[in-house]
């Protein structure tokens, strides 16, 4: 008798703890980057009356007889499904199109992980979430001292080409291939200095479409840049060309005015008419692993050939603030110059199951989440951003109030067991009458 009292019991107490994470998960049916909870139960212990036997000569076998009190909760899972995105019209809002975290790290070094990118800069320039907490990346050395021989990323051309099959700029002129010419519009191309690069040759970077020209020297000659535009590989992981384009690839020329011989890398991007924002040419640091990201102070050229070669103690005021897919920052100046601030680095968590909830969105990997690794949006499995939106609750609204009725129900009926056997132990007790 009494052990359907206690099966009763146990039946409330995991009822209640269900309908706990239900009310959790529907009070947080808007809350940006929430991940819905479930309950699930098990069997508890079992008395057993009579064990199993094998059959023999003379009887049969039997089974065993138990008498079990009740049930309790199994697992409380976390559902990592991803929410859909949410546009806000807030620029530094981002979402993660696909798998990934975003990384925060408090003032003790202490690191969390988010969906919620409610990014912002605070007072001193700190790249911040909507905590205050530090988001994690990578940011810009955008220096080069006497001891580098590697001119960082410099822009001779950012212009999007008016028509598809050519790109004028400042005296020069790149003639594509018909077919690769319309493949091409959008392209922008840049030089990157290396002292111990071999002659010059080009890469295209078809996912982010830039054409990046490597050279050892800080001048081009036409013919030089002409033939390792015509023999371009295709960066690894972005992509492959069609075969028309590969094969009309030889049909690329590069011209100039009249007295116009090579290209000076230089220090200073080429603004066209009718093109893209001039930039700052910058190079992450990847080397010295995850920091925060913050803005620059004022650039200046100390020295006045066009390198900008210090930086003000100052906070940068920049403008029009942006987040590419790829995760990396820029703005522009009071000059109109882009200036790149840093990039933001997401966490691959081969057990997302396995965090622990913390409260205000965060999670924390404590054991069992397997190996993270960090990597740029794009990189490997983890998603791009998409700036403008968050990410929203992935509650299934009516499946926790179809739950709730359930759970309601095997509340009552819960509580019918322990108001039956209550009646039927005053029936005994009644018997000495």
């Known amino acids: 008798m009494m052990r359907a009292l206690y ?52 009887l049969g076998g039997s089974n065993p007889a138990q008498v079990g009190y009740g049930s309790t909760i199994n697992t409380i899972d976390v559902l990592h499904t991803n929410g859909g995105y949410v546009p806000t019209g807030m ?71 008016a028509t598809p099959a050519k790109i004028d700029v400042k005296g020069l002129h790149i003639t594509l291939g018909q077919e690769s010419g319309a493949f091409f519009n959008g392209f922008k191309i840049r030089t990157v200095t290396e002292a111990a690069a071999v002659g010059v040759t080009a890469e295209a970077d078809l996912a982010n479409k830039i054409i990046t020209v490597v050279t050892n020297d800080t001048d081009i000659d036409l013919a030089d840049l002409e033939d390792a535009l015509q023999n371009m590989t295709v960066k690894a992981g972005s992509g492959v060309f069609p075969t028309a384009i590969e094969d009309d690839l030889a049909n690329i020329s590069v011209s100039a005015d009249a007295g116009v011989t090579n290209i000076s890398t230089g220090t200073t991007s080429t603004k066209a008419t009718g093109g893209q924002d001039e930039k700052v040419s910058t190079v992450l640091d990847k080397a010295n692993g995850l920091q925060q990201i913050k803005k620059p102070g004022t650039l200046i050229d100390t020295d006045g050939d066009g390198n900008y070669d210090a930086e003000a103690i100052d906070v940068m005021q920049l403008s029009s603030i942006s987040i590419g897919p790829n995760g990396v920052i820029s703005g522009q100046d009071a000059n109109g110059m882009i200036i790149e601030i840093g990039q933001i680095a997401l966490a691959n968590i081969p057990n997302p199951a396995a965090l622990t909830l913390q409260g205000d969105s965060y999670l924390k990997a404590i054991s069992n989440t397997g190996e993270i690794s960090y990597g740029v949006p794009g990189d490997g499995t983890v998603g791009l951003l998409v700036s403008g939106g968050l990410e929203n609750s992935n509650v299934d609204l009516a499946n926790e109030l179809t739950d709730m009725i359930i759970t309601q129900r095997g509340f009552q009926a819960n509580s019918r067991i322990i108001t039956v056997g209550d009646e039927m132990l005053q029936e005994i007790v009644n018997l000495k009458r």
Do not use: W
């Open 7 to 58: 099966s009763g019991v146990s039946g409330l107490k995991t009822h209640q703890s269900k309908m706990d994470v239900i009310g959790n998960n529907i009070s947080n049916v808007n809350t940006y980057g929430y991940k819905a909870q479930r309950a699930t139960f098990k069997d508890s212990f079992y008395q057993t009356i009579t064990g199993s036997a094998d059959a023999t000569g003379v």
């Open 91 to 161: 620029a530094m809002d981002v979402f993660i199109d696909g798998e990934g975290y975003f990384i925060a790290r408090d003032a003790n070094g202490g690191e969390k992980y988010t969906r919620v990118g409610v990014l912002n800069f605070d007072g001193d320039g700190n790249l911040v979430d909507g905590n205050g907490n530090y988001i994690c990346g990578y940011p810009v050395a955008r220096y080069t001292d006497t001891t580098v021989d590697h001119v960082q990323g410099e822009i001779i051309l950012e212009k999007t080409p």
